[in-house]
């Protein structure tokens, strides 16, 4: 029987580093570059680090590099920073090769809060692009950052902004160790929302962002659980005899396509999101199916399935029914993920023995490699289509990697205390 990731995790224990500090910490390293990029110089913020908890500017910085989108000029040079719109010096910062400049200030509101006031003026027009104020707590830093970063990005752009999104992974630490994190797209305010001495896979989200749909072995067989973000509260999703797996929640949020063994064999179900009723029945095949994923219009589920002999992704409608096959280059193709779009299908593939993350163009079948280390696995959009998050194991260490769909633009979210499994990205949340 195969298991469409059992080979790569084997790999990962032998080679994810380890070791028993308690705490995920994450850093960004930007390590490619695209060739088209607009500069922009971001100032930083007037009182931002005598008022705020975190660094406002650097998160809005590092934010807008990891995008691939933006070329984020050096002001540590330049002597007379302005704060306001009316103190920038145009010239000065087109000469510098700005196309936009952001700049902004941190002033006291009263009542133990902050007032964060920014502009984002065009260098060329001398005008105001986007712009904001936010009266917030000053351990709020973080969060102003992100949606600032928003909101230069939508304006830039003209598409929504993934910074103020959510990602959630499994940490292995040693043994038996496991916690279910949940932590900003950039790898900040990293919160544990499981420990267990028993595996933790499968993480997915809601579509609101609200709920956790997961894999645990605490009862010592595979349950899949849906755990309230906001409260702590679960609910066992699909408790049903044999093996519960593989959660993907329906876009209207109704329904989990899970996989089970009712059957004796892996097969595709749908179960009610709030547990409880029966499990209805998708796919019929003597092989093994696995892997669900919907497609953003609910109308398609895509999968894995050996039928054809080797592990290849297959579509079907989520109704059931009959299956087409999508991939049909390499012998291996696991972890389907189609984009918001739906016109890119993600997904790894064995090459050589390295497992690598795969573009394929659904319009006219081409496909193209994303990642250039030789371990890979799970790769997740952006909420925007823009990225796709994945893991990975460089020089022995365990990691995450947000890309641009071009591979253009590769940023590091390096775990430096365990080995990071099954990372998906959150939606949009208002």
């Given at each position: ?269 749908l179960v009610d999101a709030a547990g409880g009723g029966a499990a209805r029945r998708l796919t019929y095949s003597d092989a093994i199916d696995t892997e669900p994923s919907w497609s953003a219009d609910g109308a398609k589920i895509v999968f894995v399935s050996d039928r054809a002999g080797g592990p290849q992704i297959y579509s079907m409608a989520a109704t059931g029914g009959d299956a087409t096959r999508l991939t049909w280059q390499g012998s291996y193709n696991v972890s389907p993920r189609l984009s918001p779009d739906g016109n890119t ?49 460089q020089g022995g260490q365990s990691v995450l990697y947000a890309a641009t769909l071009d591979g253009g633009n590769k940023a590091r979210l390096a775990v430096l205390n365990g080995e990071v499994q099954d990372p998906a990205w959150g939606p949009f949340t208002h």
């Amino acid at each position: 029987m195969f298991s469409s990731n059992s080979l790569f995790r084997m790999m990962l224990i032998v080679l994810a580093f380890a070791c028993n500090l308690a705490k995920a910490d994450m850093t960004i390293e930007i390590v490619g570059g695209g060739s088209t990029r607009h500069a922009i110089a971001v100032v930083p913020f007037k009182d931002e680090s005598s008022r705020l908890s975190d660094p406002l500017t650097l998160v809005v910085k590092n934010d807008l590099n990891l995008s691939g989108m933006f070329r984020v000029l050096d002001t540590s040079k330049v002597s007379d920073l302005p704060f306001t719109p009316a103190s920038i010096h145009y010239a000065q910062w087109q000469g510098a090769g700005a196309q936009s400049v952001a700049v902004g200030t941190v002033s006291d509101a009263g009542n133990g809060q902050v007032t964060v006031s920014f502009s984002l003026m065009d260098a060329a027009q001398k005008k105001q692009l986007t712009g904001g104020q936010f009266t917030v707590s000053p351990d709020q830093g973080r969060q102003v950052a992100h949606k600032i970063a928003d909101m230069i990005y939508q304006a830039i752009t003209g598409q929504q902004g993934i910074f103020g999104t959510r990602i959630v992974y499994v940490l292995k630490q040693g043994a038996a160790s496991y916690q279910l994190q949940v932590a900003d797209m950039d790898g900040g305010r990293s919160q544990t929302i499981l420990r267990s001495k028993e595996p933790i896979m499968s993480p997915a989200w809601s579509p609101d962002g609200r709920y956790l749909a997961y894999v645990s072995f605490e009862t010592h067989k595979p349950v899949v659980w849906v755990q309230d973000l906001a409260t702590g509260r679960r609910r066992a999703a699909a408790n049903f005899k044999g093996s519960n797996s593989g959660p993907a929640w329906s876009p209207d949020g109704k329904q989990l396509a899970v996989v089970l063994t009712l059957s004796g064999n892996s097969e595709i179900y749908l179960v009610d999101a709030a547990g409880g009723g029966a499990a209805r029945r998708l796919t019929y095949s003597d092989a093994i199916d696995t892997e669900p994923s919907w497609s953003a219009d609910g109308a398609k589920i895509v999968f894995v399935s050996d039928r054809a002999g080797g592990p290849q992704i297959y579509s079907m409608a989520a109704t059931g029914g009959d299956a087409t096959r999508l991939t049909w280059q390499g012998s291996y193709n696991v972890s389907p993920r189609l984009s918001p779009d739906g016109n890119t299908l993600a997904f790894i593939q064995r090459q050589a023995g390295a497992f690598r993350v795969m573009m394929q163009d659904r319009a006219n079948g081409d496909v193209r490699v994303l990642s250039s280390d030789p371990y890979n696995e799970r790769p997740s959009f952006a909420p925007n289509g823009q990225m796709v998050l994945y893991a990975s194991v460089q020089g022995g260490q365990s990691v995450l990697y947000a890309a641009t769909l071009d591979g253009g633009n590769k940023a590091r979210l390096a775990v430096l205390n365990g080995e990071v499994q099954d990372p998906a990205w959150g939606p949009f949340t208002h």
